[in-house]
Structure formats: structure tokens, C-alpha cells
T-cell receptor, first 114, second 110 residues
Framework: GAGVSQSPSNKVTEKGKDVELRCDPISGHTALYWYRQSLGQGLEFLIYFQGNSAPDKSGLPSDRFSAERTGGSVSTLTIQRTQQEDSAVYLC????????????FGPGTRLTVT | RKEVEQDPGPFNVPEGATVAFNCTYSNSASQSFFWYRQDCRKEPKLLMSVYSSGNEDGRFTAQLNRASQYISLLIRDSKLSDSATYLCVVNPTGANNLFFGTGTRLTVIP
């Protein structure tokens, strides 16, 4: 079946511009996570959505970052006024209900801020 | 202190060798532990869970030492296809998310 998809696969933007990254999770998966991975760094948790519950935004690094999940499916991560330190690979993962360890990752969006 | 710490490597080993990776975690209340594998410029994928009693999946053996807050992964009879970065992952009790180590890079040499 179809896995997690993300778009765009690559994004180059100028400092100060806003960007939107999209994630299509696996159908039926109730949980969705956003992470980012910088060169040589581990995955950094950003935000978590579970069903209709309020999202866990505890990992968002600043108020320039926000995310939505519409209809319990597609999610969009928005970064406003991008900075060079935002350059990273942004990974989305979805997870079946009740299996907190089994996260299925998308291929990621490589964001470069110039 | 980081939630999860790993030796970044790199580990360069010949085919057929046995190699072991270690990882420590800081939250003693953590209950769930995993190893993920990440190939170059690809997404992470679950390799195996780590159980208290230790567990084995083919050539891969995972062990947990709760007293020392230490997790290990042993790979026997290394194959070229084992070349990847191995991520130690912890899910602290009550946490919604997984905490990932920075990974240990393995290269298996012909």
C-alpha cells in the first residue's frame, strides 16, 4: 500500500520567506508527527497530532513554526520568516493506533534557506 | 544532557565481522526502546524493538540493561547491505514522541 508521502521533496527559499511543507500520512493511521533532522544531528521532535485531540506542540522551536492537520489526515507544517538555521530535512511520520513505536516515516522535505 | 546518547562512529568493519553498538538514555522512567535504521539520504525505518529479556531477530540481537540505562545492538556476520546509520530510540513513559539518538554509522567493507 501507499506509504507516507511528503511534498515538496526539496525546497530552496530565501531568508525571510514563508514556506509550507505537506505530509500525507498512511490512510487509517491516527497519529502524525513532524520531526526535523539537521546535518549530523538526531531527529528533533516538533509536533504530534493524535485523532481529534489538541496537538502536542512542545517541540516547536519558535512561534515562527506552526502546523495543522485537516480532517485527521493531511498535515501542513508552516515556517514563517525563514532563517538559515531552519535549513534541515523535515520528516513526517504516521503511526497506527496503539503502536507508539511503529512510526512510518515519509521521505522528507529538504529545506535550504539561503 | 541529551535524552539518548550514542557513539557516532563511524564503524568500518569487514564482511562477516561482528559489530556492537551501544546507547545510553537519561530518563530512568523510560519504558520502550527501539533500534531504527536509516540509509543515506533516506527516512528512518524500524529495525527492532528492545525487550527487557533481550531479543534476537536473525543476525541482530538487542539487549537492555535498565540498571545502567544502556541499550545495545549486536550484528553478527555483517553484510554489505547492513551499511547504514543505526538510531537508538527511546519512548519515555507518558511522552507522546520518540527520542532519537544521533545515530551510529556503520560501513561494511568487502
Amino acid at each position: 500500500g501507499a506509504g507516507v508521502s511528503q511534498s515538496p521533496s526539496n525546497k530552496v527559499t530565501e531568508k525571510g520567506k514563508d514556506v509550507e511543507l505537506r505530509c500525507d500520512p498512511i490512510s487509517g493511521h491516527t497519529a502524525l508527527y513532524w520531526y526535523r533532522q539537521s546535518l549530523g544531528q538526531g531527529l528533533e521532535f516538533l509536533i504530534y497530532f493524535q485523532g481529534n485531540s489538541a496537538p502536542d506542540k512542545s517541540g516547536l522551536p519558535s512561534d515562527r513554526f506552526s502546523a495543522e492537520r485537516t480532517g485527521g489526515s493531511v498535515s501542513t507544517l508552516t515556517i514563517q520568516r525563514t532563517q538559515q538555521e531552519d535549513s534541515a530535512v523535515y520528516l513526517c511520520a504516521s503511526q497506527p493506533w496503539g503502536r507508539s513505536y511503529e512510526q512510518y516515516f515519509g521521505p522528507g522535505t529538504r529545506l535550504t534557506v539561503t | 544532557r541529551k535524552e539518548v546518547e550514542q557513539d557516532p562512529g563511524p564503524f568500518n568493519v569487514p564482511e562477516g565481522a561482528t559489530v556492537a553498538f551501544n546507547c545510553t538514555y537519561s530518563n530512568s522512567a523510560s519504558q520502550s526502546f527501539f533500534w531504527y535504521r536509516q540509509d543515506c539520504r533516506k527516512e528512518p525505518k524500524l529495525l527492532m524493538s528492545v525487550y527487557s529479556s533481550g531479543n534476537e531477530d536473525g543476525r541482530f540481537t538487542a539487549q537492555l540493561n535498565r540498571a545502567s540505562q544502556y541499550i545495545s545492538l549486536l550484528i553478527r556476520d555483517s553484510k554489505l547491505s547492513d551499511s547504514a546509520t543505526y538510531l537508538c530510540v527511546v519512548n519515555p513513559t507518558g511522552a507522546n514522541n520518540l527520542f532519537f539518538g544521533t545515530g551510529t554509522r556503520l560501513t561494511v567493507i568487502p
